[in-house]
């Protein structure tokens, strides 16, 4: 599917992933924009954009906004759903849900989801698509991989087309969560030391949010099964111990780190290694251009230098 000409509609187009999206969309694109739009967003908004605010959860101005579009990229999640908070997990799924229903009410025949790796659990790495079976260790990992199969039955039923990508983690300017976060937030209430979950030595992905976004596109573009489903991540690890160490070298601290556990697993859901296997996306034309410490490393300047 070409990306030019089109009219789009990008769910949670003002968070993180999607306003960075959006941006690139609404180059060669009519664009909208279906975002509860916090205040913290409006900064992230695309002035080329439309903007919706609607209840994800609510079919009816879902149905609405989804009239009249080509495609639909749906980011839009809540990621509070962990470990008890069922609530946002069964709406994480309903959202998508509602989706695919108005898709099919309104003859809207192509998807692009946010999946994420974290769907694999505890598996071998580097992991490829084709891996299986899937066993997800949080909330959040099961209400993705429940999206995916909702989006796989639809496609295949009512011959729709998507591309679905399970997604490393993702870092860059305007990111709003995660150890890089954490870790400035804990340093600025005490700048002498930083808590480690685990024993640091846990090893994850990180994939620059520009490389993202440019991995979603290449792939719409390039892909033509009924259903994608590709991975996008960086091609190396970093460990979580260094990701703190960048944070007190980019705050200039002399912070000691203090380690909860005496083994690479910080809290119920963790895993000891992140990476999925990038050959299908690199087969279809895209690669990352960035390290996983280099994204490490712009994701904390571009945070140190926000105020506290």
């Not at 769907?119 to 999206?147: D, F, H, M, Q, R």
């Not at 870092?171 to 600025?188: E, N, Q, S, V, W």
């Not at 000691?256 to 809290?267: I, Y």
């Not at 279809?284 to 571009?302: A, F, I, Q, Y």
């Amino acid at each position: 599917m070409k990306l030019d000409g089109n009219r789009i509609l990008v769910t949670g187009g003002a968070g993180f992933i999607g306003s960075h999206l959006v941006d690139l969309l609404a180059e060669k694109n009519s664009v909208t924009v279906a975002d509860n739009l916090s205040p913290d967003r409006r900064k992230t908004l695309n002035k080329k954009a439309n903007y919706v605010n609607i209840d994800l959860l609510n079919k009816n101005p879902v149905s609405e906004a989804v009239k009249n579009v080509d495609l639909v990229v749906h980011l839009a999640a809540n990621p509070l759903a962990s470990l008890t908070a069922s609530s946002e997990m069964i709406g994480n799924i309903t959202m998508t849900y509602n989706i695919l229903e108005a898709m099919k009410e309104n003859n809207v025949n192509n998807m692009a989801f946010a999946s994420s790796a974290i769907i694999y659990g505890n598996a071998p790495v580097p992991t490829k698509e084709s891996y299986g079976p899937l066993k997800p260790n949080s909330l959040y990992a099961a209400s993705k991989l429940a999206c995916e199969a909702l989006i796989s039955a639809y496609c295949h039923t009512f011959n729709m087309k998507s591309w679905v990508f399970r997604f490393a983690n993702v870092g860059g300017p305007r990111l709003r969560h995660g150890p890089a976060h954490d870790f400035i937030t804990k340093l600025r209430n005490n700048p002498s030391e930083l808590e480690v979950l685990g024993d640091g030595s846990q090893e994850r992905c990180y994939l620059h949010v520009a490389d993202c976004v440019d991995g979603i596109a290449r792939v719409i573009e390039n892909a033509d099964s009924p259903v994608n489903i590709i991975n996008l991540g960086a091609e190396d690890v970093i460990t979580i111990k260094r990701i703190a160490e960048i944070v007190i070298e980019e705050m200039k601290l002399k912070a000691k780190l203090k380690f909860t556990a005496k083994e690479p697993k910080g809290w119920k859901g963790d895993v000891k290694i992140f990476q999925p296997d990038i050959t299908l996306a690199k087969n279809l034309g895209w690669k990352p251009k960035r390290s996983s410490e280099e994204t490490v490393r712009d994701t904390v300047r571009s945070l140190v230098l926000k105020s506290p």
